[in-house]
């Protein structure tokens, strides 16, 4: 590799860091700022942009943002809180199963937000350590994206090979999640037994009945008042099971692209119909539902959603620019690596996924790369899963929000940073998962 490579890739990785540390719109914007330098500093022609998968989240978004105005994340929450109020000896279980299917539901694992407190509650009321369930329900809310027909990562990854054609064209999104949902279940429900048996349990912490002998903390945390659930209406309901109709529907065109109209001798691109299903159902939604128009550009998914268009438009365009560039010297570099352990690209997404916080702007940034150089789809979709780095630096939103939510104390960053509670939840279901996605790579791709 040339000395002009590494000094431009520096370039980029400190663009992608820089945009971490910023937030929000950040990755986006410190793309283009990488963008001009590269172009305008050093002359790289600019590469293509990922207009596709911009297009694909946003008609995503609108359709689930839409569902989340008129009610039916509330409704899902709703749902979700009756089961876990039921089966308390099970939390350590049922919490993350619980956030898992919201992911898988939503595209996003920030609903995660709704149902943590529930957690917390539910888990101390009962004797529970609520670091088990929480740590848990945040990882599986994190992993679960790679599950997800509608996650912004798994519809790069879909469009991605569907460009590339050759070996990658008969891999649809069907394939991707045939191995990434069992994958992320199995993976998850084993670490779940480890997690379940994680640190000492309530009545034995000596940190939690110290705060039992305060009073204030008694008084303001141990009240068990129930409080009356305000009623949903039926729109809540119909939003709710019109945007799951479209994710099956989305899935089934990925999975039989028998299904999908043919054009000069060849099925309809996924991404066009991605597209088209999920502004279908948005404006079904609206129509039937009525959801405020103002209620579905303020709430959290289309924040969400949004920030994420911004930052594949930024970072994919740097990266595929870089790429571009230099496609020749990286694929003689690293062609040994690809025949000699091609799973080894597990740890690449692992450690970008970590410093950029974002499972589509880690797809965006290194799948192209893997493509080019050849590492079979099979491989890339059984290590899909390690784009969920987030929990090893403990700034993750839902992180901190879990850790405020446990009024116990016992979900915590320890005192040297990293030795928290979600690094080894994290890591036992890393391994499973990754393990089993490769397992299943091999038997069903």
């Not at 679960?144 to 090979?161: D, E, K, N, Q």
Request: hydrophobic share 55%; with cysteine.
């Amino acid at each position: 590799m040339s000395l002009m490579f590494y000094i431009q890739f520096a370039l980029v990785l400190l663009c992608i860091l820089l945009g971490a540390r910023i937030g929000g719109i950040g990755l986006g914007v410190m793309g283009g700022v990488g963008l001009a330098i590269l172009c305008f500093g050093f002359g790289l022609e600019p590469g293509g942009l990922p207009i596709d998968v911009m297009l694909m989240i946003m008609a995503v978004v609108s359709a689930a943002a839409a569902m989340q105005a008129a009610g039916g994340l509330d409704y899902m929450i709703r749902i979700a809180t009756k089961m876990l109020r039921k089966n308390p000896k099970y939390i350590t279980f049922m919490a993350p199963a619980v956030t898992w299917i919201f992911t898988v539901m939503a595209g996003t694992g920030h609903v995660a937000y709704s149902v943590l407190p529930v957690i917390a509650e539910v888990a101390r009321h009962n004797g529970i350590r609520p670091e088990r369930p929480l740590s848990m329900a945040v990882i599986a809310s994190q992993f679960a994206i790679v599950a997800s027909p509608i996650a912004a990562a798994v519809v790069t990854v879909a469009a991605f090979f569907e460009k590339a054609g050759g070996a990658y064209a008969g891999y649809t999104l069907g394939s991707i999640l045939m191995v990434t949902i069992p994958a992320t279940l199995l993976g998850l429900f084993c670490a779940c037994f480890f997690v379940n048996k994680m640190g000492k349990e309530l009545k034995d912490d000596p940190n939690y009945q110290k705060l039992l002998q305060d009073p204030h903390y008694v008084e303001e945390y141990l009240d068990t008042n129930d409080v009356e659930e305000e009623k949903l209406g039926k729109s809540a309901k119909i939003s709710f099971w019109l945007f799951i109709f479209g994710a099956i529907l989305v899935v089934l065109m990925g999975a039989l692209p028998v299904l999908r109209p043919e054009f000069n001798g060849k099925p309809m691109g996924m991404a066009h119909a991605i597209e088209i299903i999920m502004l279908s159902v948005g404006a079904i939604i609206i129509f039937v539902c009525k959801p405020n128009s103002n209620a579905i550009t303020e709430g959290s998914v289309f924040h969400a959603g949004m920030r994420a268009v911004i930052a594949i438009f930024g970072i994919a365009w740097l990266g595929d620019t870089l790429m571009n560039a230099h496609i020749n010297e990286v694929k003689m570099s690293v062609s040994s690596l690809v025949h000699v352990a091609p799973w080894a690209f597990a740890f690449a997404l692992f450690a970008l996924s970590v410093l950029v916080n974002s499972q589509g702007a880690t797809v965006a940034t290194l799948f192209p790369i893997a493509i080019a150089i050849g590492i079979p789809a099979p491989i890339l979709i059984g290590v899909f899963v390690a784009v969920n780095g987030y929990f090893f630096i403990p700034n993750y939103g839902p992180i901190i929000a879990s850790i405020d939510f446990d009024t116990t104390g016992t979900t915590r960053i320890g005192k040297y940073v990293f030795n928290h509670s979600f690094m080894l939840p994290g890591l036992l279901s890393m391994a499973f998962s990754v393990g089993f996605g490769l397992l299943f790579a091999h038997l069903f791709l």
